[in-house]
Nanobody, 115 residues
């Protein structure tokens, strides 16, 4: 099993910033990709950002230019720096890790952006 511990969520005003962290432990075995998805009430879960073991990144269209994903391979930790937050960024954010055994999800962390 892989355990994911997320931190850094909370309440912020529009235009503000937050930094999410997700630390992976357990049967990690060569993580291939780490990333973040989010799910707002009444909406489907969507990709926010992901980063591969080689450092390639991808972003959802709505966060490009505002969010930055990074990872510390030595710590098996992925970070999501979120700047210029908007009320529509309000959602539960889920850490996701993929290795050759499969995909794993964190328990989710709430991010609320007030207008």
């Amino acid at each position: 099993q892989v355990q994911l511990v997320e931190s850094g969520g909370g309440l912020v005003q529009a235009g503000g910033s937050l930094r999410l962290s997700c630390a992976a432990s357990g049967n990690i075995f060569s993580i291939q990709r780490m990333g973040w998805h989010r799910q707002a009430p009444g909406k489907q879960r969507e990709l926010v950002a992901a980063v591969t073991s080689g450092g390639s990144t991808s972003y959802g269209d709505s966060v490009k230019g505002r969010f930055t994903i990074s990872r510390d391979n030595a710590k098996n930790t992925v970070y999501l720096q979120m700047n210029d937050l908007k009320p529509e960024d309000t959602a539960v954010y889920y850490c996701n890790v993929v290795n050759f055994l499969g995909g794993y999800w964190g328990q989710g962390i709430q991010v609320t952006v007030s207008s």
